[in-house]
T-cell receptor, first 114, second 107 residues
Framework: EPEVTQTPSHQVTQMGQEVILRCVPI?????FYWYRQILGQKVEFLVS????????KSEIFDDQFSVERPDGSNFTLKIRSTKLEDSAMYFC????????????FGSGTRLTVV | KNEVEQSPQNLTAQEGEFITINCSYS?????LHWLQQHPGGGIVSLFM???GKKKHGRLIATINIQEKHSSLHITASHPRDSAVYIC?????????FGKGTRLHILP
């Protein structure tokens, strides 16, 4: 069964440092997403990406965040200057299409900002 | 007000019991997802529904588009079903998540 792969599974970083979270979506999928879940809270949408550009983003996704598909396989989320409140589980997901298509989620990256 | 509401928030049941988790939403959607999140944090997609009913093993999901309501049922529940079950609705190009229902099945 095809999988969405995320690396690393856990990252600890100092406040103010830049982090890059990596995802390898399923190869024939065209829509890519990042979500986050702060401990004890619900999963929140961050950003969707299609055709090499952001198609929608939430109010959480401010100038500190950016996404990129640097090659044909990777999809990255960069946080420029991490804050303590960025500590969360970050999930990548991909989908083959919009209507009528399901999502496949990665297993997540737990980011801890100290 | 949350756009996606789940009930109950927490549910403890004995092994073998029939489980129902409910989800109501207030926005127009193109699809509804039921997801399972285990203690390790990983999310698994169980169902995607846009109408009617779907069954997979002991899991059944139904949706009533007119009433903006969906249910997830687990028959013959087992301790390994213990997890957080999340209802999420797809609206345009994003998903809105419910807060989840924490299910604990006792042996």
């Amino acid at each position: 069964e095809p999988e969405v792969t995320q690396t690393p599974s856990h990252q600890v970083t100092q406040m103010g440092q830049e982090v890059i979270l990596r995802c390898v979506p399923i190869s024939n999928h065209l829509y890519f997403y990042w979500y986050r879940q702060i401990l004890g809270q619900k999963v929140e949408f961050l950003v969707s990406f299609y055709n090499n550009e952001i198609s929608e983003k939430s109010e959480i996704f401010d100038d500190q965040f950016s996404v990129e598909r640097p090659d044909g396989s990777n999809f990255t989320l960069k946080i420029r200057s991490t804050k303590l409140e960025d500590s969360a589980m970050y999930f990548c997901a991909s989908s083959e299409g919009l209507r009528g298509y399901g999502y496949t989620f990665g297993s997540g990256t737990r980011l801890t900002v100290v | 007000k949350n756009e996606v509401e789940q009930s109950p928030q927490n549910l403890t049941a004995q092994e073998g019991e029939f489980i129902t988790i409910n989800c109501s939403y207030s926005v127009g959607i193109s699809a509804l997802h039921w997801l399972q999140q285990h203690p390790g944090g990983g999310i698994v997609s169980l169902f995607m529904l846009s109408s009617g009913k779907k069954k997979h093993g002991r899991l059944i999901a139904t949706i009533n588009i007119q009433e903006k309501h969906s249910s997830l049922h687990i028959t013959a529940s087992h301790p390994r079903d213990s997890a957080v079950y999340i209802c999420a609705v797809r609206r345009d190009d994003k998903i809105i998540f419910g807060k989840g229902t924490r299910l604990h099945i006792l042996p």
